[in-house]
């Protein structure tokens, strides 16, 4: 999933889809229109990968922990980070992806 919006796990089950299928979450921000819906998948205990920078997952982890008092370090163990290196290609499920940063008020990446 790229930037789930809230219950978006919610919307995909009752389109068929199992949220166990979604294995990767890709976050370009930290706007809660584009990670509230990443926050409730990792902590839905099934295995997910979330791909973004580390500036990026940073302040997800950071933003998220002061929302729900929920420790950072229990937050990035409810997952795995997979760093997204502006100008290093980044291969994930067989696919292979080029991150480049975006004009956006606060940090943003794009593929």
Known sequence: MIDPPPYS???LEREGIRPRNIV???LTHC???HDAGAF???LTGTPVVVITTP???KSFIRKYA???ALSP???RHSHRHKPAIIGTPLRFQG???HFTYMLHTIPCVGF
Do not use: C, E, P, R
Request: no cysteine; hydrophobic share 55%; aromatic share 8%.
């Open 55 to 57: 500036t990026i997952y």
């Open 31 to 33: 706007h809660a229109d």
């Open 73 to 75: 370090a229990l937050l």
């Open 95 to 97: 696919a292979t992806f």
């Open 66 to 68: 002061a929302l729900s």
């Open 9 to 11: 796990s919610a919307t």
């Open 40 to 42: 409730q998948k990792v």
């Open 24 to 26: 990767g979450i890709i």
